[in-house]
């Protein structure tokens, strides 16, 4: 009975520990939901001749002409996301919510004062060798220019 009694509780503690760590206590949400993994091994597979296809978001600044790469992890958001975003914003007839959200999060992440956005594009080809992904030239495939940010203004007028 006592051995029966400890393995109960060693079964308990292991769930209550895995279920801790998938759902944590107090409300507090996660940046990545464990245990699903962006790992090669859980990605479709591709073969010789399938186009991939890359994304980037850019962001234009105001002060100057060149652009700055926004990764998802500057948006704090996972890589999922940011390629479905990515993939609405091109192809969204009417983005302006979808603009101003990634607006507000790329201002956030890189904490530069951003007048557009951009959407690049590197296309590439499966050969029987592999992907050579610095043969391809990124291409620009959208922009979107973006309001002021009042939020930002409002605050710098506070004394």
């Known amino acids: 009975m006592l051995r029966k009694a400890f393995a109960v509780s060693c079964i308990a ?4 520990a895995q279920a801790w760590t998938i759902v944590p206590p107090g409300g ?3 940046v990545r939901h464990w245990p699903f993994l962006d790992y090669p091994m859980y990605s479709a597979a591709h073969h010789a001749g399938d186009s991939i ?9 105001c002060d100057r002409s060149d652009t700055i790469a926004v990764p998802a992890s500057a948006l704090r958001i996972e ?6 975003l990515l993939y609405d914003l091109s192809r969204s007839a009417k ?6 959200t990634l607006g507000r999060l790329t201002r956030a992440g890189t904490r530069a004062d951003v007048c557009a956005l951009q959407v690049w594009r590197k ?5 029987p060798a592999g992907v050579r992904v610095e043969e391809r030239p990124w291409v620009e ?3 979107w220019p973006l309001q ?4 930002r203004r409002a605050a710098a007028r506070r004394p």
């Open 13 to 16: 503690v292991v769930l209550g």
């Open 28 to 30: 507090r949400q996660r």
């Open 53 to 61: 296809q890359l994304q980037e978001l850019r962001a234009v600044a």
């Open 79 to 84: 890589l999922g996301r940011y390629w479905k």
């Open 95 to 100: 983005p302006d919510a979808l603009v101003d």
């Open 123 to 127: 296309v590439l080809r499966v050969e």
């Open 141 to 143: 495939s959208g922009e």
């Open 148 to 151: 002021p940010d009042t939020a």
